[in-house]
């Protein structure tokens, strides 16, 4: 299994980025893949999730209504659309996926599943917003 991310870059607050992950050889089925991020200092946290079963999606408080994740499944690739991007967004951006996470609700059902949770990796792409 191979996770390769790309589409970051600098941009300007209110302007819009897509990200793109790849997933290579996962063909696993009704789990979840995710997006998270971490800046300097802080701690990974998740920002979008897809569930593979019925494409629904989740996000952080964060992003609700700037961010969107979608997933085309011909091409295995997971999106993260970002628009009104703000300087808080500045962070590494990864892609994540595992088999075993079925649920893309964290514990009691609120929020994302943890990062912890999560087995396979990209190698990130930076976003930074000025």
């Known amino acids: 299994v191979q996770l390769v991310e790309s589409g970051g870059g600098s941009v300007q607050a209110g302007e819009s980025l897509r990200l793109s992950c790849v997933a290579s050889g996962y063909t696993y089925s009704r789990n979840c893949m995710g997006w998270f991020r971490q800046a300097p200092g802080k701690e990974r946290e998740g920002v979008a999730a897809?569930?593979?079963?019925?494409?629904?999606?989740y996000y952080a408080d964060s992003v609700k209504g700037r961010f969107t994740i979608s997933r085309d499944n011909a091409k295995n690739t997971v999106y993260l659309q970002m628009n009104s991007l703000k300087p808080e967004d500045t962070a590494m951006y990864y892609c994540a996926a595992d088999p075993r996470v079925v649920s893309c609700r964290g514990a009691y059902g609120l929020g994302l599943p943890p990062f912890v949770d999560f087995g396979f990796w990209g190698q990130g792409t930076q976003v930074t917003v000025s």
């Open positions: 897809i569930y593979t079963g019925d494409s629904s999606t």
